[in-house]
């Protein structure tokens, strides 16, 4: 799957049906990262970014506050469904680099 497309189906499924892995909700809990935090930023907040991992992984950037990014690494499952594997804040200028 190309990258295009891969985005395309991030942007539907940030929207709808989002699973989040074991990895994730314990990654959240070791931040001190609330999930409806997590979820309100994915629907609420633009696409910064989009690296491809490896197969139907992906790492997005969201705007997170003033001088911050939420970079959130997800899966795209075969029912093309999303899966969130992990979730961690990043100063804005790491991008930006």
Not at 21 to 43: A, G, P, Y
Not at 66 to 80: A, E, H, V
Request: hydrophobic residues 40%; charged residues 35%; contains cysteine.
């Amino acid at each position: 799957m190309d990258v295009s497309e891969a985005l395309s189906l991030i942007k539907k499924g940030l929207k709808t049906e989002i699973v989040e892995s074991k990895h994730f909700l314990e990654q959240c809990k070791d931040r001190n990262v609330d999930i409806d935090f997590v979820r309100k930023v994915i629907m609420n907040n633009d696409i910064l970014g989009v690296l491809e991992q490896d197969k139907n992984l992906y790492k997005i950037w969201f705007f997170y506050e003033q001088r911050k990014d939420s970079n959130i690494i997800l899966r795209i499952l075969t029912d093309k469904r999303l899966r969130l594997v992990t979730v961690f804040p990043c100063y804005s200028e790491r991008r930006k680099r």
